[in-house]
């Protein structure tokens, strides 16, 4: 009996547009959540915000609370769950057994465990690689094969894991506190390499993993139904999603911007319930941008692509690259150990790096795409996935 034959990557040209313009737009979200985390030499607050703001910091910090803080990541592990099934699904259609599937998976996850590990020491403690590849490892089982129940169950014991966490985090700081992460302000990148080490063990992977699984879970499910897939099917659905899910994010994260910009301190109490509905809003925010790209797509399909389009998806095709180029910018300009330009600054400041820096990577990845070249962390991770099978340049990720 012929085995069957990996089908290997699919080509970007056969790509969905949605999880890819999906993927595009998180990375903008993602640089906004860290960038501010590269800072040191103030008091330090809330979930790593200045103790001390001032007004355009204040506002600064409202809108990253409601629309981006605890947002991006499970929009981040959404979209992840959503690939693996994709993954799987393509492998299915050619008759791979469930098992080579699921071993297939894990050996992925295995490898962006080693990668996140190394993004971790060398650049950012904050990774979140290293947390996606061991969720991949540990539920490769559930997405390749679980039901859809059990899909569903751990999607929210995922939630509820993730509001305790996030009620946890949001305690403020000691008031000697000068940056939520010590390898920022030493000017020594040795001394950093042993601190970064020390908290991506405890920030970049443990906490990462607890807070996601469940929106990981949430997006097999989705594509299970191929709800960014096939967008059009499910407009409103969709719409209902979108609309409910970034309405409720503003809702449940306005108590912790207000504490947060209050200036005065909080009752304990008061403080951990605002992050618990902070982390429920997270969710169903993360949830509420990716309708709100399915929509989009729709939209996009109905035209020609233009410039921007262009460059959103070939951001999102090479996501692990262009997420892994903003520590290396954020890395050359705000730690102590490089330009120090992180020492004191303001949140306002930082946002503009992050946007500007987002803005650089897609051109970057439009120009690439454009000469035909993938990303180089997506050809590496493949490359130790598949083995030396040829890989055209018309590849994607998966």
């Not at 080693?114 to 060398?122: K, N, S």
């Not at 094969?145 to 995922?158: D, E, K, P, V």
């Not at 997006?219 to 709800?227: I, N, S, Y």
């Not at 169903?284 to 389009?309: D, E, K, N, S």
Request: proline content about 4%; overall charge positive.
């Amino acid at each position: 009996m012929t085995q069957p034959v990996d089908p290997g990557a699919i080509a970007t040209s056969a790509r969905a547009l949605a999880p890819d313009i999906a993927r595009g737009g998180m990375l903008l979200l993602i640089a906004l959540a860290n960038v501010h985390l590269w800072t040191y030499d103030h008091q330090t607050g809330v979930r790593g915000y200045p103790a001390q703001l001032d007004s355009a910091d204040s506002a600064v910090t409202i809108v990253q609370l409601l629309l981006v803080d605890g947002r991006a990541y499970p929009l981040f592990g959404f979209l992840f769950g959503y690939g693996i099934v994709q993954l799987a699904s393509r492998r299915g259609t050619v008759g791979m057994p469930v098992g080579a599937v699921t071993r297939l998976v894990r050996r992925r996850g295995g490898w962006m465990l080693l990668i996140g590990f190394l993004h971790g020491l060398l650049l950012w403690a904050g990774d979140i690689v290293g947390a996606y590849g061991l969720l991949a490892v540990l539920m490769a089982g559930l997405l390749v094969a679980g039901s859809n129940r059990a899909l569903l169950i751990t999607a929210g014991i995922g939630l509820f894991c993730s509001a305790l966490l996030y009620a946890a985090a949001s305690i403020p700081m000691p008031d000697e506190s000068s940056a939520l992460l010590p390898s920022m302000g030493t000017a020594s990148y040795a001394l950093s390499l042993l601190l970064r080490a020390i908290e991506w063990a405890g920030i970049g992977l443990f906490s990462a993993m607890f807070s996601v699984f469940g929106a990981v879970a949430l997006g097999a499910w989705a594509a299970r139904r191929r709800l960014l897939d096939e967008p059009e099917r499910h407009r409103r659905f969709l719409q209902r999603v979108a609309v409910g899910g970034l309405g409720t994010a503003v809702l449940l994260g306005l108590p912790l911007a207000l504490l947060t910009v209050a200036g005065s301190p909080a009752p304990l109490g008061l403080v951990l319930a605002a992050g618990a509905v902070h982390a429920i809003g997270g969710y169903l925010g993360g949830l509420g941008y990716a309708a709100l790209f399915g929509l989009i797509a729709i939209r996009l399909a109905r035209r020609t692509p233009g410039v921007f389009t262009d460059a959103l998806r070939s951001c999102g095709q090479r996501s692990l690259s262009c997420y892994l180029a903003q520590s290396v910018a954020f890395a050359l300009l705000l730690p102590a150990w490089s330009l120090g330009l992180g020492g004191g600054a303001h949140l306002w400041q930082t946002a503009l790096v992050g946007i500007g820096t987002w803005a650089v990577i897609l051109v970057v990845a439009h120009l690439t795409a454009r000469a035909g070249l993938r990303g180089p962390a997506e050809v590496v991770l493949r490359r130790l996935t598949y083995g030396k099978r040829v890989l055209t340049p018309a590849d994607g990720a998966r």
